[in-house]
C-alpha cells in the first residue's frame, strides 16, 4: 500500500506538478485533497503545455485513477470547463476522476465576496486569486456550505441558496441585486449539477478499497506550506492546509496509510500576492529571476514576486510535513548570477533568529542574513547526469542539503518531465 504525499515547501509554484506527473506514472491513484481552481500547475504531456487548476496533475497520464477529496472547494462551473477542455482534447476523463460528495461547492456569490473583500480596503487586501476560495471555506467551517451531495439534491439546493443569499444580502447587494444573482445561478444549475453528477461519488470507500487492494497512492498538494492556514504566514495564506496532515482531513485517509512526504522546493524563492517575504528581491536580480524563470501566476498571470533560497521558510516547512527527501526545481534559473545567495538567519533590530517565526511584526521585520556561494555557468538544461554539473552548482545543491537537514533526491530543470535527474536511486516512487 505505498503511499506518497508531494508537498510544496514554499509559497507554491514549487513545481509540483510536474514532479506529480513524474511520478504520477507509477501510481494507481492520483488524489487532490485541498483547495480549488487557485492552483495552477503546468505540465507538459506529449510537447504540449498544459495549466491544470482543479484537476490532479494526474488526469494527463492515461488509465490513471483521480480524485478530488472532501477537502476541496469545487466551481461546478469550473470544474466541467476544465474536464471538457481535456476531453476536447482526446484525454478521456469520465470513469477515471472521482468528486467527494462532501466537497463544498464555489458558487459566483463567493466570488463577488472575494472580490470585495480585496477591494474594499487595500490594507485588508491578501492578494487573493478572486476565485471564492476563501468564502466557501468561510461557509464550510461556518457550517452554513453547501456539498456536492446538496447540491445534488434540487430543493434541499435551493433551500440553502436561499438562507445563503439572505444571510449575505446586505455584503452581495452592493455588487448586484440578490434576485440576479439567484436568477444567474439557478440559470445553469440543472446542466452543472447533471454534469458534476457523473463524478461524485463516496471517495473514502474508493480510497479505502484501493489501500487494501495495495494499490499506489499519490497524493497532491496545491499551493504551498507558507500559504498553509495554520502553519503559513497568516493571513496572507490560502484557506486550506497544504500540508502533508491535509491529506488525512481532505481525502479521508488514516494516518498510518501515509509512507511517505516528499517536498518539492525551488533553487530560489517566489511568491504571488501579498505578505511578508523577507529574501524578496526589488532588483535587477530579482528581475533576472523573474525574467529568466518565467515566474509568472500561472492562474492569474501577475508577475510573481522572486528572491533568494530561504532556509528558514525551508526548514520550518520540512519540520512540519516531516520531510526527509526533496526534489529540487529551476537550478538551472540561477545561471549566470554571481554570488548566488542562501538565506541562513534573519536579523529582526539586534536579535538573531534561526528559525521563520509566528509573529507577523517579526516576519514583516525579518531582514535575511546570506552566505554567498560562486555562481556557476553552463546550460545544466542539456547535461544528463549530475556528476558532470559545474562543481559551484553542486556545492549550492550541498549547501541547500545542510541547510534544511534533508536529502535532494531529484533536481528538475525545465518544464518537461525528461528534463529530470534522479540523485537518489533509493528513491522508491519512480521505480
Ligand atoms: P486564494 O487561495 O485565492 O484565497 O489566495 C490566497 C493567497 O494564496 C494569495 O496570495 C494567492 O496568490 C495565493 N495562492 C493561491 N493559490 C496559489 C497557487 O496555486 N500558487 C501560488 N499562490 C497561490
Ligand atoms: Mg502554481
Not at 449575505?168 to 446542466?191: A, F, N, T, W
Not at 498571470?301 to 510535513?321: P, S
Request: charged share 25%; with cysteine; proline share 4%.
Amino acid at each position: 500500500m505505498p503511499s506518497l504525499v508531494v508537498i510544496g515547501a514554499q509559497w507554491g509554484d514549487e513545481g509540483k506538478g510536474k514532479i506529480v506527473h513524474l511520478i504520477g506514472k507509477n501510481s494507481d491513484y492520483i488524489v487532490r485533497y485541498q483547495g480549488g481552481n487557485n492552483a495552477g500547475h503546468t505540465v507538459v504531456f506529449d510537447g504540449k503545455h498544459f495549466v491544470l487548476h482543479l484537476l490532479p496533475s494526474g488526469i494527463l497520464e492515461p488509465g490513471k485513477k483521480c480524485v478530488l477529496g472532501n477537502g476541496l472547494v469545487i466551481d461546478p462551473a469550473a470544474f466541467k470547463e476544465e474536464v471538457e477542455f481535456f476531453e476536447n482534447r482526446k484525454i478521456k476523463v469520465r470513469g477515471r476522476l472521482y468528486v467527494s460528495l462532501a466537497a463544498h461547492v464555489i458558487l459566483p456569490y463567493h466570488k463577488y465576496l472575494d472580490t470585495l473583500r480585496e477591494t474594499a480596503s487595500k490594507s485588508g487586501a491578501i492578494g487573493t486569486t478572486r476565485k471564492g476560495i476563501g468564502p466557501a471555506y468561510s461557509d464550510k467551517v461556518g457550517r452554513t456550505g453547501i456539498r456536492v451531495a446538496d447540491y445534488l439534491e434540487p430543493e434541499l439546493f435551493q433551500t440553502l441558496l436561499d438562507q445563503n443569499l439572505k444571510e449575505k444580502e446586505p455584503l452581495l447587494s452592493q455588487v448586484k441585486p440578490i434576485k440576479q444573482i439567484r436568477q444567474e445561478i439557478m440559470k445553469d444549475y440543472r446542466e452543472l449539477r447533471d454534469f458534476m453528477e457523473q463524478f461524485a461519488t463516496d471517495t473514502t470507500i474508493l480510497l479505502s478499497n484501493a489501500i487494501k487492494k495495495d494499490q499506489r497512492m499519490l497524493f497532491e498538494s496545491a499551493q504551498g506550506t507558507m500559504l498553509d492556514v495554520d502553519f503559513g504566514t497568516y493571513p496572507y495564506v490560502t484557506s486550506s492546509n497544504p500540508i502533508a496532515g491535509g491529506a488525512c482531513s481532505g481525502a479521508g485517509v488514516g494516518p498510518r496509510y501515509i509512507d511517505e512526504v516528499l517536498g518539492v522546493i525551488k533553487a530560489y524563492t517566489t511568491r504571488v500576492g501579498d505578505g511578508p517575504f523577507p529574501t524578496e528581491l526589488n532588483s535587477a536580480e530579482g528581475n533576472y529571476l523573474q525574467s529568466k524563470g518565467q515566474e509568472f501566476g500561472a492562474t492569474t498571470g501577475r508577475r510573481r514576486r522572486c528572491g533568494w533560497f530561504d532556509a528558514l521558510v525551508v526548514k520550518h516547512a520540512f519540520r512540519i510535513n516531516g520531510i526527509k527527501r526533496f526534489a529540487l526545481t529551476k537550478l538551472d534559473v540561477l545561471e549566470g548570477l554571481d554570488p548566488i545567495r542562501i538565506c541562513v538567519g534573519y536579523k529582526v533590530g539586534s536579535k538573531t533568529l534561526s528559525n521563520f517565526p509566528v509573529s507577523r511584526t517579526l516576519q514583516a521585520n525579518s531582514v535575511p542574513i546570506y552566505k554567498n556561494f560562486r555562481g556557476f555557468k553552463g546550460n545544466l538544461r542539456e547535461l544528463k547526469d549530475f556528476s558532470a554539473f559545474p562543481l559551484e552548482a553542486r556545492r549550492f545543491v550541498k549547501e541547500i542539503e545542510k541547510a534544511v537537514d534533508a536529502k535532494c533526491a531529484l533536481v528538475s530543470m525545465g518544464k518537461s518531465r525528461e528534463e529530470t535527474l534522479i540523485l537518489d536511486k533509493d528513491f522508491p516512487w519512480l521505480q
